[in-house]
């Protein structure tokens, strides 16, 4: 594969995207589509939202350790992979363990773990990463049954916990489900949970259109 420009200035070696993977997902959707949650993987367009609310131009620089949940083929994941540039350490988590296996071979660069989020301290701890107050920034693809905004069982609280003081968390979510119980109860919970949050205009091009919650500076209770 050619390298592509980080857009930093140096080269990293990322592959295309193929629409074999976007196959793959699509396969894994008949399969589990309560878990896999979207027929398709998300746009380009929708993954550079994505990864401007994450990373932004300021945070690029400084290596930050970043936490991907619920990868699927990569549509995130290389957008994050690409703008990192091999600074800081990316890991990206993923339940279904064919679409996981398939990631790592793709990006060698980032750490795959084929994991339930569910267990996201024990993750971080198992690699030598502090299990709270860590992390610079979690970028989530889940979809609300891995999430479960709202709940007693909630991932958002675990989620806040991990991220360091100044750390972000960025949900996407599908427009047309805005107004949905899970969606207002994910917002709701967003903003109780941080000290800052916003929501982009409706990213078009993805199929739903989609928005991107960014939030910022957890709470400390
Ligand atoms: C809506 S898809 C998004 C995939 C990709 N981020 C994208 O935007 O194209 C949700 C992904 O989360 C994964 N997932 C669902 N529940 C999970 C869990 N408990 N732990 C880790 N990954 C999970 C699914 O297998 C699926 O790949």
């Known amino acids: 594969m050619p390298p592509e420009s980080s857009g930093s200035g140096r080269e990293v070696e990322l592959p295309t995207r193929d629409w074999r993977d976007d196959a793959r997902f699509a396969a894994q959707f008949v399969r589990a589509p309560v878990a896999t949650a979207s027929v398709w993987p998300s746009s380009t367009a929708l993954a550079r939202a994505v990864a401007d609310a994450a990373l932004g131009p300021a945070r690029a620089g400084d290596g930050p350790l970043v936490v991907e949940l619920g990868a699927g083929s990569g549509a995130f994941t290389v957008e994050l992979a690409r703008r990192l540039a091999g600074r800081g350490r990316h890991l990206a988590v993923e339940l279904n363990p064919a679409l996981a296996h398939r990631l790592a071979e793709r990006l060698p660069s980032v750490e795959v773990v ?53 750390g972000v968390f960025v949900q996407f979510g599908y427009t047309f489900t805005r107004w949905a119980a899970p969606a207002r109860a994910l917002e709701r919970e967003l903003r109780e949970l941080f000290g800052e949050m916003s929501t982009t205009a409706t990213v078009w091009r993805n199929l739903p259109p989609a928005i991107v919650h960014r939030a910022a500076h957890p709470v400390r209770t």
């Open 114 to 166: 084929p994991a339930d989020v569910a267990e996201l301290p024990t993750l971080l701890a198992v690699r030598g990463l502090p299990s709270t107050g860590g992390v610079d920034v979690v970028v989530s693809g889940l979809g609300w049954s891995a999430t479960r905004p709202g709940r007693d069982d909630s991932l958002l609280p675990v989620v806040a916990a991990t991220l360091a003081r100044g």
